[in-house]
């Protein structure tokens, strides 16, 4: 056939046509398959089934765009001017930072592009088809539209097929469509309008078959298939810039004219007055090289590194640094249902067994836990009706627990581990059940007869156990088993009623029955369990909430974070766990369907309002991340599936799960959970908001220097007076500030109340009016104090231009060390944080008064650096100006914010 009239995925609905049609438009016949020749004839037309790598960004492209950035600039500068001065070490020094900044982001950003990669990976796969009659073991990567793929339990589907043949087949697509349990499959056609998720007689690329048999016939292969669409969308999700990035370009841009403006006036004014220009352009160089603040880059890396630090040690990995000051800015958590607010263990909750209900305590597949009554603990065996409905559980079922890793996991169906589990908590411990009532024969789960039935032996006689939908075998029934083990009339509408009841709590309902038989039957068939059955009870289970996620949304809603549930689950479940883990007071729900029909220009509005989106596709997900942000807002989103992997790229920041997360979700992220807990994120914003509150207090204590020192310097030409800084003395505050001084203020511990307060405006500058008003008053401080006692030695008798300056430059060191005590807490005075709390501030201190005392006083110094020794009453003049300093900005902080009381309210 003429390969060209093969409709594309997007041309025909295959889940709606009737098997003749498909296989009539994709030119096979399911009997006998493709032969060899057309085979290779549609390899060559189609491609082969694996996801196209989409390139990316040259890897020595990426390295040097890490120097397209305003600071760094800034940095780049202040190295060629440092050079031009022939201070090769300096110079040296602020290139190494430069390079290492560079090769910091560098290794960190290059393991974003890594997330096609693993799609490829996930596909690349053996499969087994029937080619030309024949069975085949081929690679995935040569199967084409139209092949014949057969799959049992165990396999992943190797592309997306249209199911011809059906024996019991359940797939695991939670990684793709986010449901939480097995699906079960059959071959009939569908509804032409009918989500991804519940086209239940295709079988998608890249899921895994957990039960049962089926053949299907390939209608997609490579970038056509659900997968490879994915793979589209990741890489059409655009990588944003964090708040942080977006701040500090900003500003840095704002600094960098200002700097470049201000030395050019400078040269200016002093040309104009008739001064060298020579002797101007280096007052230019010196009033640059003192403003600039070499140190902030290094400072951002190094602040976000620690961060990165202490993430890590509350299970949070970070993949990009920025992305730890994303959280602590973020405004909505976009979160997955199933494994990030859930356990993705499924657990019985509730048993109705011989007219009476029972809570089950305890979650997922641990076996700790206990039965109640009423609030109060039972003993299953003195209730013959609920220890038989829990019987019937553990007989009629195919799974195992198992011990993986120090944890307990299910090898199996997950309905019927929680049937398992339940048991446990009742005594009724598998093996040893087991191995009392001999598995003789059994009916397997089929998804037409939704139930499944076990013959046992082990008694006087033998027993039929069946379980499954409550409408496939209540009418089955003729009594019921009493709670004293009697059999009792059977009340079907109270029966219906309890089911009722358990699915509006959002629970999965089974029911359980049972019939005695005679001793010597030895097999079973459907004729067995067609009526005769004693109704033995109900069981309702659910993928539980974890606690910990119940706690931590509470505290995000506190901290003024919205969380939304963004899953491919029911809308009925999705709302009940919503609800349990505290979303909201009242709980919103949109299903995809719905939101299909929402135009781009409402959908953000409806975005913003709605707690709860449910049954999603992944484009879907990525059109609500786009939404919310086009309100403004900073996004994180939370998965572990290939589906969420679009929007955990375009997110302002992915969180990917460690554990349960596929490789196509990590590669996409920002910050993986190591323990897959919803509550690490809680504790992860809590440390962003601690770092961003860090490299605030780092900007605010550095500016006022450099604004000073290039203050001082531009006041000096505006008088007409000798320079009281050169650019060699001016770099030498800034570099042994900075790393003396200013790298121990970034390992100040976490303020107090961080998670008491709403989320930081992304709209708000670094600084803030107050912040502001605080620079511009230290500044003033140090030109002031510098100028004044310059002045003062200049013409006190027989002291030299060398010792004026050298007093200069130590008074703007110690305005800083005394700065640096006021900075530990922006709005709180500084003895109710405690003054020796920090002892890195402390050794810093002390360090700075020695390489001071070194840079006064020792000849080398002195050679270097133009300085000579002060006196005791010079000492005496700079400890007093540094001191008012210290007073006028605790006092400062004490008027503004009304003392600690009302500092708690303020932002730290």
């Known amino acids: 056939m003429d390969l060209k009239e093969i409709p594309t995925p997007d041309e025909a609905k295959w889940h709606h046509l009737k098997m003749d049609e498909v296989s009539r438009l994709l030119g096979s016949d399911p009997q006998k398959g493709l032969d060899d020749a057309e085979v290779a004839k549609r390899l060559e037309h189609f491609g082969p089934n694996s996801v196209t790598d989409r390139g990316g960004v040259p ?102 097929l249209r199911l011809t043949d059906v024996h019991n087949l359940h797939c695991d697509e939670s990684s793709l469509t986010g ?102 352009f280096m007052a230019s160089v010196a ?120 944890r307990q996991t299910v090898q199996g169906d997950p309905t019927e581990a929680a049937m398992l589990v339940a048991g446990a908590k009742a005594g009724l411990v598998h093996s040893e059940t087991k191995d009392a009532a001999p598995l003789i024969d059994t009916i397997p789960f089929e998804s037409d007869h939704m139930f499944r039935a076990t013959l046992h032996g082990g008694g006087d006689r033998r027993v039929i156990y069946k379980v499954g939908a409550v409408e496939r075998l209540l009418d089955r029934c003729v009594d019921a088993l009493g709670d004293d083990g009697k059999t009792v009339p059977l009340d079907k509408d109270r029966v219906r009623a309890d089911v009722d009841a358990l699915a509006s709590q959002g629970l999965r309902v089974l029911s359980f029955a049972r019939r005695h038989t005679h001793e010597d039957q030895d097999s079973l068939d459907h004729g067995h369990v067609m009526e005769g059955l004693t109704f033995l009870g109900i069981q309702g289970m659910i993928d539980p909430p974890r606690e910990e996620a119940i706690a931590s949304v509470a505290d995000c809603r506190r901290a003024g974070i919205m969380v ?71 996004v994180a989103m939370t998965g572990d599936g290939v589906n969420d992997a679009p929007a955990l790229k375009q997110a302002d920041i992915g969180v990917a799960m460690g554990i349960s997360g596929t490789d196509v979700a990590k590669g996409a992220a920002d910050m993986v959970l190591t323990d897959d807990n919803f509550a690490s994120i809680e504790a992860a914003v809590e440390e962003g908001r601690g770092v961003f509150d860090n490299l605030i207090k780092f900007i605010v204590w550095t500016l006022p220097t450099n604004l000073g020192e290039g203050g001082i310097i531009f006041a000096a030409i505006l008088l007409g007076v000798t320079l009281p800084v050169l650019p060699v003395q001016a770099l030498w505050v800034n570099m042994t500030t900075a790393l003396l001084l200013g790298l121990m203020l970034v390992f100040e511990p976490k303020g107090t109340g961080l998670m008491s307060r709403p989320p930081r405006d992304p709209k708000r500058p670094i600084l803030t009016f107050p912040l502001f008003m605080r620079t511009g008053l230290v500044s003033l401080i140090i030109i002031g104090g510098g100028l004044l006692l310059f002045h003062y030695l200049m013409i006190r008798s027989g002291d030299t231009v060398d010792e004026a300056r050298t007093a200069v430059i130590n008074t703007v060191v110690f305005v800083k060390v005394a700065y640096l005590f006021s900075c530990r807490s922006l709005h709180r005075t500084v003895f109710s944080i405690g003054f020796f ?41 700079i400890l007093a100006i540094s001191l008012f300093a210290f007073i006028a900005v605790e006092f400062e902080k004490w008027i503004r914010f009304g003392g600690d009381r009302g500092a708690n309210k303020a932002a730290d």
Not at 311 to 340: F, H, N, Q, Y
Not at 582 to 592: F, N, Q, S
Not at 851 to 863: A, E, G, I, K, S
């Open 179 to 280: 449901e939480s349990l097995p699906v079960g499959k059959h071959a009939d056609p569908l509804e032409a309008d009918l989500a991804l998720a519940d086209r239940k007689n295709q079988a998608y690329a890249g899921t895994l078959v957990t039960a049962g048999q089926a053949e299907g016939l390939v209608w997609a292969t490579g970038d056509a298939t659900e997968t490879g669409r994915i793979a589209r969308l990741i890489s059409s999700a655009t990588d944003i810039s964090t708040p942080l990035t977006q701040k500090i370009a900003y500003f840095s841009k704002l600094l960098l004219w200002a700097i470049l403006g201000l030395a050019g006036l400078t040269f200016a004014v002093g040309v104009a007055r008739g001064e060298p220009a020579v002797d101007m």
């Open 287 to 406: 009033l640059a090289v003192g403003a600039i603040p070499e140190g902030l880059p290094a400072a951002v890396t190094i602040v976000l590194a620690i961060g990165v630090n202490r993430m890590a040690k509350r299970r949070a990995i970070i993949r990009k640094l920025p992305a730890v000051e994303t959280l602590g800015s973020t405004t909505v958590i976009c979160s997955d249902k199933t494994g990030t607010l859930t356990q993705n263990q499924m657990t019985v909750q509730e048993i109705r067994a011989g007219g009476l209900t029972y809570e089950v305590t305890g979650g997922g597949y641990e076996t700790e836990g206990e039965i109640r009554h009423e609030g109060k603990k039972v003993e299953p065996e003195e209730h013959p009706a609920l220890i038989e409905c829990l019987r019937a559980g553990v007989l009629c079922n195919d799974s195992q627990l198992v011990i993986d890793e120090g």
């Open 837 to 877: 709390s920090n002892r890195l501030v402390i050794a810093g201190t002390l360090a700075t008064v020695a390489v001071q005392w070194l840079f006064t006083y020792t000849p080398v110094m002195n050679r270097l650096f133009q300085t000579t020794p002060l006196d005791a009453e010079t000492w005496a003049a």
């Open 564 to 634: 939304k549930m963004i899953t491919g689950d029911h809308a009925l479940t999705a709302k009940v766990i919503a609800a349990k883990v505290g979303l909201a007071d009242e709980v919103d729900a949109i299903t995809g369907l719905e939101l299909e029909k929402i135009s781009d220009e409402d959908l953000p509005e409806i975005a913003e309002a709605t707690e709860v989106f449910a049954r999603v596709a992944p484009e879907q997900k990525l059109r609500l991340v786009r939404a919310l942000q086009s309100r403004g807002h900073i």
């Open 59 to 160: 890897g020595w492209k990426r390295f040097l765009l890490q120097f397209h950035q305003p600071l760094i600039y800034i940095l780049l500068a202040a190295c060629a001017i440092t050079a031009f001065l022939h201070e090769w070490v300096d110079s040296s020094v602020i290139f190494g930072v430069v390079v290492i900044n560079a090769i910091i982001g560098f290794i960190q950003e290059s393991k974003a592009e890594r997330s096609i990669e693993a799609l490829s990976r996930m596909i690349v796969t053996e499969a087994t088809v029937r080619r030309a009659g024949r069975k085949l073991r081929v690679p995935s990567a040569n199967l084409v539209p139209g092949d014949v793929v057969l799959l049992q339990s165990g396999d992943r589907v190797p592309a997306d």
